[in-house]
């Protein structure tokens, strides 16, 4: 297979190439270029610097003839070739004169629609991220043509010579198959490249790509959990009970559904053995922890945010001792869309029709909390379509009609689950308490929520259970004492969810529009 030109002039650049090591030799890389220290578990823990989430402000698409009409570019930011070739040269001449990790592994369990993906990093821990998050157990072919990403925290961009925002960049130049990553540490912009890539490809050939976790029951039910950052996707798919198959990233096919990684990358803050025992016991030997503070005797303290609240923990799936693999499965039964809503009006559970599944596919709601972020003092919505917007290169539509598409051929029951407020918006209310989640969950699996009877919801108008098991009653009728405060608060969020969904209109049928908030 011939390799592209840009891969080979990559090959050719690197002069000190480190090639494929395993994850102990990458953790003694690590130890020995001082990057990290082992924690008490035996994990990896390093810090990200500046950066400890990531930088959507610094990342681009290069615009050329074959993305300009496939990119959407209202969600999107374009760069110029010319921006790409510039950092491309400085990362080439910085591979030259420093010893680099050269890691191959796979994205896409499924092997007919999996791509090979090379990994040219200065930073040993990096490589030890990426074999964990990717799929590493199977040898590359060296000629195998697939992308290539080049990730160089020290190489820096010049915003006025380089045509940036900053001195962090993310280019991803998807017709010549390379991603550059550069002026930062934060690991998540490597998956999340990667994913990236993925979302452009796979719809092309009929696979619908989506921002979710999923397991499968033991009679082989599987089920997809959809959400934004810290409303528990990766929570509520590790159950000792079910099989993991991925905690972020999957395809949909006509065979069924994929992992896309090999991995999980797991937030960490408040973490507890108690409540989280499968990702508590998967942080050892070869994860890496992210950002996550150390007492004196080298325990992990998860209850630490003074360096971030996006702790974060990177390990294999083989550390989950109940994951599928290889990581695949059948058409799933169920999907759960999961929002945090601060606001605290939603009900911990709806019932949703196709309609107002792609309506609320489309939307892609959680909110941001009072204080996490400077300026904000009250609770603020945050829309994301597809509950993943940063990762989605073409149309929205494109995705959102082929999940309407699979719903309906499937005959898949969809869930709106709350894991956010009741009794009062955050601050005032109290979060649903996970063990209620966690039953409301088991209940969707097992059919029995569906069994119950159920109650249009006020504005919102999907259907609400009236009674689930372990779950208290009254959490079923979320209104708080103040009941006009109430109101207002939940006709504040169905107007926010409306004004959201107008950039749709004339792109989607009415009918999926009419399924949002009755004002």
Same mark, same amino acid.
């Given at each position: ?10 090959? +050719?650049? =690197? ?29 990896? $823990? ?23 009409? +496939?990119?959407? %570019? ?18 080439? @001449? ?13 994205? &896409?369990?499924?092997? +007919? ?10 930073? @040993? ?31 820096? @961009? ?19 198959? #390379?991603?550059?990553?550069?002026? &930062? ?9 990667? *994913? ?15 921002? $979710? ?15 934004? /950052? ?14 993991? #198959? ?5 395809? %949909? ?14 937030? $960490? ?114 829309? /994301? ?26 005959? =898949? ?7 956010? %407020? $009741? &009794? ?5 209310? /109290? ?34 259970? #009236? ?12 209104? %708080? /004492? ?14 926010? *969810? ?22």
């Amino acid at each position: 297979m011939a390799l592209t030109k840009l891969r080979k002039e990559i090959d +050719e650049a =690197v002069k000190t190439p480190i090639f494929n090591l395993s994850s102990e030799e990458l953790v003694k890389e690590a130890l020995k270029n001082e990057e990290g220290i082992l924690s008490n578990t035996g994990a990896l $823990c390093v810090f990200t610097g500046k950066h400890t989430g990531r930088s959507p402000q610094d990342k681009f698409f290069v615009d050329d003839e074959v993305t300009h009409d +496939e990119i959407c %570019w209202a969600n999107n930011q374009a760069c110029t070739h010319e921006t790409f070739e510039k950092l491309y040269k400085k990362m080439l @001449a910085y591979a030259g004169e420093h010893k680099m990790y050269v890691t191959d592994v796979y994205a &896409g369990a499924d092997k +007919e629609y999996r791509i090979p993906v090379r990994f040219v990093n200065e930073l @040993a821990w990096q490589q030890l991220f990426v074999k964990n998050l990717l799929i590493s157990d199977e040898e590359v072919p060296a000629d195998a043509e697939g992308f290539t990403v080049l990730s160089m925290p020290s190489v820096l @961009a010049d915003p006025k010579e380089d045509g940036t925002n900053s001195e962090t960049f993310i280019i991803l130049n998807l017709t010549e198959k #390379v991603i550059l990553v550069g002026g &930062g540490r934060y690991a998540g912009e490597l998956k999340k490249g990667i *994913f990236t890539v993925m979302n452009y490809l796979l719809p092309k050939r009929g696979v619908f790509s989506m921002h $979710c976790s999923a397991n499968i029951g033991k009679n082989g039910d599987s089920a997809l959990f959809f959400g934004l /950052s810290g409303t528990g996707k990766t929570t509520l798919s590790a159950d000792e009970r079910r099989y993991l #198959v991925g905690d972020d990233e999957h395809g %949909w096919s006509d065979k069924g559904i994929f992992n896309i990684e090999g991995g999980c990358y797991a937030k $960490c803050i408040g973490l507890m053995e108690k409540a989280e025992p499968q990702i508590y016991r998967a942080i050892r030997e070869n994860a890496v922890l992210e950002n996550v503070v150390l007492d004196d005797n080298g325990n992990p303290d998860y209850a630490d945010s003074s360096i971030t609240e996006n702790t974060r923990a990177g390990y294999s799936l083989s550390h989950i001792d109940n994951a599928a693999f290889p990581s695949v499965a059948g058409h799933p039964k169920t999907i759960i869309f999961l929002t945090a809503d601060a606001f605290g009006v939603l009900p911990p559970v709806a019932k949703l029709s196709t309609e107002q599944a792609m309506y609320h596919y489309l939307a892609g709601y959680t909110s941001k909390l009072a204080g996490t972020e400077r300026g904000i003092t009250e609770p603020q919505a945050t829309f /994301s379509i597809g509950f993943g917007e940063p990762f989605l290169p073409l149309p929205p539509l494109t995705y959102a009609k082929m999940l309407g598409a699979n719903i309906d051929k499937h005959a =898949v029951d969809v869930y709106l689950v709350n894991t956010g %407020w $009741c &009794g009062g918006p955050y601050g005032t209310g /109290s979060r649903i308490k996970l063990k209620y989640t966690r039953a409301i969950v088991d209940a969707i699996l097992d059919g029995s929520l569906k069994k119950q009877d159920m109650k249009k919801f006020p504005i919102f108008e999907f259907q609400v259970p #009236v009674h689930c098991a372990d779950v208290p009653d009254e959490l079923f009728d979320p209104t %708080w /004492s103040d009941k006009e405060a109430y109101d207002r608060q939940l006709h504040k969020l169905a107007g926010l *969810f409306n004004e959201n969904n107008k950039k749709f209109a004339g792109l989607m049928e009415k009918d999926i529009l009419d399924a949002g908030p009755n004002l």
